[in-house]
């Protein structure tokens, strides 16, 4: 985002930028370690916006999406309240749907702060960088062996924060080219670290061994490089971009066997389903069918059983869900002994809980961030990089919300939370852009 002077408040406070640094560096830490530092740090960050910059609220009057987000973030925690205190069940993971009220809070901050973005991704990629060097299992991987890196609960999570790091690379050096900042010393330092990251990152994504990344990260890579050749350095992206895939498609080449080996069933069971599907009376049929075959791989066995009894909840109550309480009525599900409760399809999450009306608000709020991005990048308010950044994040995350659950983890909480912020943030910024150049005519 296009810097400005900083606020009398930030010039007073010479340790108030470091700490709005490390801050949100806090805010996008969790593709790196697995915590709930993302919400500690967004609390600090609204009280910090609220402190220092009230008065940049100002900007906040009018503004429609900020108005419906607290709206839904009110509506999701009276729902919630009323199912602890009337139907005595409080669920499980609902408190991500009562976050978005902090959305515009957040904007604030960042809009706010915004002197401080670049500086910032550029520590969470040296740290980011460090921790791949530090947590990977070269021997293991090597030897088709599912590992994981960075700091987090399983191999799933771990390839999710690998995708965003790796995005994340791959528009921070194109946000340095485009800026001005690859030049002299800087320019080998962010390229190296750049290259390394998206190297080491794709080679664990590799190891981790999750098909659904694995899905997710082919469709982004094709998104990034049909949007790279309407980048402006086109003219040096293409050779990389030619060079870079031909040496992942080496590699996919040199280690076939062992992705067939993983994948293979999955993706046979996959068709048969589809197949299946065309044919049976209803895709629940479909499914158990497939849940009854025996060559349907466990994991894919237990997915397909979590969908089941997702579909049976959203067919009895579609249009709003059924808030908390779906947790005692997944027990009386067809396959409600299930070791998990996470549906593993972060869709499937919001219309077993909020039905059709949140998801619509969901693809709404999409619709109004695509549309705010592209019309500040009209007024040249934003980079290239930084709107395709936005874009290709957001169709990275949710191809994966297809096969995982990730809205419910701290990957996708502060994922919509930093995806929110910096969408008021350039609002803001287009905002008071527009009103500085009505002011000079």
Known sequence: MTSTTPAPEVRDKTWLPYLLMILWVGMISAPIIESDTYRY????????????????????????FAYLCIAWGVYAFLRFAYGVFVLDEKGT??????????FPGLGIALYSSRRYVFPA?????????????LSTDYSGILA???????????????????????????????????????????KHVILATGLLTIALGLFNIYGAKSKGVWLALIFTVVVMAATSFLHQHRRYLIPLLIGALTLLAIGLYTVQDNIEEFAGPTYD????????????????????????????????????ELWSNALELITTAPLFGHGNDWLRLWRQTTYGGTRYVLLHNGYLEILVRHGFFGLTLLGISIVISWRRLREAYRRRVISHSTLM???????????????????????GESFFMVMAAAVFAISFLSKTSAEASGNRT
């Open 269 to 304: 069971a996959a068709v048969n389903l589809s197949e299946n599907a065309l044919q049976a009376p209803s895709i629940e049929g479909a499914m158990r069918s497939a849940i009854d075959a025996p060559e349907t791989p466990d994991s894919m066995r237990e997915r397909l």
């Open 41 to 64: 740090t967004a609390l600090t960050l609204v009280g910090l916006g609220y402190f220092f910059f009230r008065e940049n609220y100002r900007l906040l009057k009018g503004d429609y």
């Open 93 to 102: 993971s609902e408190w991500l749907y009562v976050f978005p009220i902090f």
């Open 389 to 411: 950044c936005a874009y290709v994040l957001t169709v990275f995350f949710m191809v994966t919300l297809f096969s995982n659950s990730n809205n419910r983890l701290a990957l």
């Open 121 to 133: 991704i550029s520590l969470f990629m040296a740290i980011a960088l460090t921790a791949l060097l």
């Open 144 to 186: 088709g062996e599912r590992t994981f890196p960075l700091f987090h609960n399983n191999p799933i999570h771990s390839a999710i924060g690998c995708g965003l790091i790796i995005i994340g690379a791959f528009y921070w050096m194109l946000e340095a080219g485009e800026t001005g900042r690859l030049a002299g010393w800087k």
